[in-house]
């Protein structure tokens, strides 16, 4: 984005929220971020990163215009989500507030539907009342569930999820051109594919896999480490996130419809799967110490491949994520020994 924006970021405590608020106020924008700070994963994480920012502006390293707002929020909060867009004058809206993982959505759904149903209609109304310029918001790989084309395409059907997670992300997709369509609103969808790197979320197997080789424990590996996922570094996320922000979509007519929406989805992945067996070996390589494996079966919701095809995110923004998983791993190792002083 070439010219100071007010931009707000939701989920902006989390993991890619952290960052992508990082970013924009290295070029200069001004940025409000909400987070409810739910204990999902050890809240700790969270605030060191709000800290980690106030130090950053507590510095002599950002333009003159970088400003930061942030306010503790829950999106399913109707009345408060209404008045922030009342306060404020937003041009964009990055919302990646949401409750993330699969299994966990088998454990407690109803968490789901407040933090990535409610929460995303509170966004879509907040935005079409205040006229935001333009909407992108995190959808997921998890939306193909088990897709047999490789790699996976926007162009390909995704009506089977086989998690509420991903049929709470598949309806925000279409929640969103009903918007697009109804009130002019651009929106852009994102599905993320498999993102990790330091600062990460606990939950996910490369934080939970350094941590056991690390302390000789055990470590549970699905599917006999026969899956493949098409990981993606957080810096390559955060690059596509902001050639996105900047690049509006268009109304286009479909084959199949005559419905008109400035409305676009984009996967942002590396498109190169990459073994479970190479991933541990990355991280051993990198922990330099063998893991111990618990070989187990699939899990439910899970899908033994993920595969982004990126040609139209190159297409229209001129970028491809391109960080190999043995370089993303070695920094993200780098960082979790510092954090954690081990």
Same mark, same amino acid.
């Given at each position: 984005?070439?010219?100071?924006?007010?931009?707000?970021?939701?989920?902006?405590?989390?993991? *890619?929220?952290?960052?992508?608020?990082?970013?924009?106020?290295?070029?200069?924008?001004?940025?409000?971020?909400?987070?409810?700070?739910?204990?999902?994963?050890?809240?700790?994480?969270?605030?060191?990163?709000?800290?980690?920012?106030?130090?950053?502006?507590?510095?002599?390293?950002?333009?003159?215009?970088?400003?930061?707002?942030?306010?503790?929020?829950?999106?399913?909060?109707?009345?408060? =989500?209404?008045?922030?867009?009342?306060?404020?004058?937003?041009?964009?809206?990055?919302?990646?507030?949401?409750?993330?993982?699969?299994?966990?959505?088998?454990? %407690?759904?109803?968490?789901?539907?407040?933090?990535?149903?409610?929460?995303?209609?509170?966004?879509?109304?907040?935005?079409?009342?205040?006229?935001?310029?333009?909407?992108?918001?995190?959808?997921?790989?998890? =939306?193909?569930?088990?897709?047999?084309?490789?790699?996976?395409?926007?162009?390909?059907?995704?009506?089977?999820?086989?998690?509420?997670?991903?049929?709470?992300?598949?309806?925000?997709?279409?929640?969103?051109?009903?918007?697009?369509?109804?009130? %002019?609103?651009?929106?852009?969808?994102?599905?993320?594919?498999?993102?990790?790197?330091?600062?990460?979320?606990?939950?996910?197997?490369?934080?939970?896999?350094?941590?056991?080789?690390?302390?000789?424990?055990?470590?549970? =590996?699905? %599917?006999?480490?026969?899956?493949?996922?098409?990981?993606?570094?957080?810096?390559?996320? *955060?690059?596509?996130?902001?050639?996105?922000?900047?690049?509006?979509?268009?109304?286009? %007519?479909?084959?199949?419809?005559?419905?008109?929406?400035?409305?676009? *989805?984009?996967?942002?992945?590396?498109?190169?799967?990459?073994?479970?067996?190479?991933?541990?070996?990355?991280?051993?390589?990198?922990?330099?110490?063998?893991?111990?494996?618990?070989?187990?079966?699939?899990?439910?919701?899970?899908?033994?491949?993920?595969?982004?095809?990126?040609?139209?995110?190159?297409?229209?923004?001129?970028?491809?994520?391109?960080?190999?998983?043995?370089?993303? *791993?070695?920094?993200? =190792?780098?960082?979790?020994?510092?954090?954690?002083?081990?």
């Amino acid at each position: 984005m070439n010219t100071t924006q007010n931009v707000l970021v939701t989920g902006s405590a989390g993991f *890619i929220g952290y960052y992508l608020v990082k970013q924009l106020l290295k070029q200069g924008h001004q940025v409000t971020g909400i987070d409810n700070l739910n204990d999902y994963y050890d809240p700790q994480l969270k605030t060191d990163r709000l800290d980690d920012l106030k130090q950053l502006l507590a510095g002599n390293s950002l333009p003159a215009s970088a400003e930061y707002a942030f306010f503790e929020l829950d999106l399913a909060d109707r009345d408060g =989500v209404k008045k922030l867009f009342e306060d404020h004058s937003f041009d964009i809206v990055v919302n990646l507030g949401a409750q993330a993982g699969v299994r966990y959505s088998i454990e %407690n759904p109803h968490a789901y539907v407040d933090a990535n149903l409610v929460g995303f209609v509170n966004i879509l109304e907040g935005c079409r009342q205040q006229k935001i310029k333009h909407l992108v918001y995190a959808s997921s790989s998890s =939306v193909y569930g088990m897709n047999c084309k490789q790699p996976f395409s926007t162009e390909d059907r995704v009506d089977y999820p086989i998690s509420l997670y991903a049929a709470t992300k598949k309806s925000n997709e279409l929640m969103a051109h009903t918007y697009s369509h109804l009130y %002019n609103l651009p929106t852009t969808g994102l599905r993320f594919f498999t993102v990790y790197g330091p600062f990460g979320r606990p939950d996910m197997a490369y934080f939970k896999f350094t941590k056991a080789i690390l302390e000789g424990k055990q470590i549970d =590996v699905y %599917n006999n480490g026969e899956m493949k996922r098409d990981f993606t570094y957080i810096d390559d996320i *955060i690059e596509g996130v902001m050639r996105v922000m900047n690049t509006q979509p268009k109304p286009v %007519n479909s084959d199949i419809t005559s419905a008109q929406a400035p409305y676009k *989805i984009y996967n942002i992945g590396n498109n190169q799967p990459v073994t479970l067996r190479r991933f541990i070996t990355a991280i051993e390589t990198a922990c330099g110490q063998k893991a111990n494996e618990n070989l187990l079966p699939m899990q439910p919701g899970d899908v033994p491949i993920t595969y982004a095809d990126v040609d139209d995110l190159m297409a229209d923004t001129g970028f491809k994520p391109s960080t190999s998983i043995e370089d993303g *791993i070695a920094k993200f =190792v780098e960082w979790y020994k510092h954090y954690y002083q081990t």
